[in-house]
């Protein structure tokens, strides 16, 4: 039977500690990864995850551009390189537009894009100078539906996933010069912690919009992140890939 092998890759997943990132560095460890794991408050978490898989627990606030240089610096410090990037780090959180509150408003998008969009873009610059050094590598961005459906209670959100997409599109046409690939992932409504509020309180309408009639796992989505990161997927470049149960097309 065919199988994924990673066993000479280096893979760094942002936001590890639990989640899409969790499993996605789960599984990437399995198929021999040798995997950094981010975290920022999860700090008992993302230990625990990373001695599961013999990975490496790396803190770091990614929306800190100096915190997200450490990172990279101490993931080449330990495996001498990086092969793979999953930008994964993310928040949410309601942000509606008839809300009172403006510095609470603005507040929101400042925080929202520092860690969704220029987390990632940082992380994406700086593991890149070690791909280019080591015959390239791959950039998988974690994206989300709410990129092109538009949303009307977390628009800084559905904004900073939508510019995630065109940072993806960017990468994979700059960069493939250089051996580097770039594809994205846009899960819809996911079992996971930062999406529970809203599952469960709209859970009836959630799955009434979804054909498959369930709400996706975390696995569901890692199993397309490992296969973007395998040799596989080795000729996709700019490809953002739904998960979402057939729940929107675009």
């Known amino acids: 039977m065919e199988a994924i092998d990673l066993s000479n890759k280096v893979v760094l997943v942002t936001g590890a500690s639990r989640g899409i990132g969790k499993q996605a560095a789960i599984r990437l460890a399995r198929a021999g990864a040798s995997v950094a794991v981010n975290y920022h408050q999860s700090e008992k978490e993302g230990a625990e995850v990373a001695k599961q898989i013999g990975g490496l627990p790396v803190r770091a606030d990614v929306s800190d551009p100096q915190q997200t240089e450490s990172m990279i610096g101490a993931v080449i410090a330990r495996f001498g390189r990086i092969d793979v990037l999953v930008n994964n780090a993310a928040i949410f ?19 929202t894009f520092a860690l969704n969009v220029f987390g990632a873009a940082n992380a994406a610059f700086l593991a890149m100078r070690s791909m280019r050094q080591h015959g390239g590598g791959k950039i998988i961005n974690i994206a989300s539906r ?68 369930r ?7 890692a199993s397309v992140i490992l296969f973007l990161a395998s040799p596989m997927a080795d ?16």
């Open 235 to 250: 000729y996709l470049n700019g490809v953002t890939v739904d998960v979402n149960g057939g729940s929107w097309f675009h």
């Open 146 to 213: 709410a990129a092109f459906r538009g949303e009307t209670e977390f628009a800084d959100y559905g904004a900073s996933k939508a510019a995630l997409v065109n940072l993806t599109i960017s990468i994979a046409r700059g960069c493939a010069k250089d051996n580097i690939t770039s594809n994205c992932v846009a899960p819809g409504f996911i079992e996971t912690d930062m999406a529970s509020g809203e599952i469960e309180k709209h859970r009836e309408d959630i799955i009434n919009q979804i054909p498959l009639r």
């Open 93 to 111: 959180d309601l942000n509606p537009f008839d809300g009172d509150d403006y510095a609470k408003w603005r507040r929101g998008w400042q925080q």
């Open 215 to 221: 709400v996706g796992s975390v696995d569901d989505v």
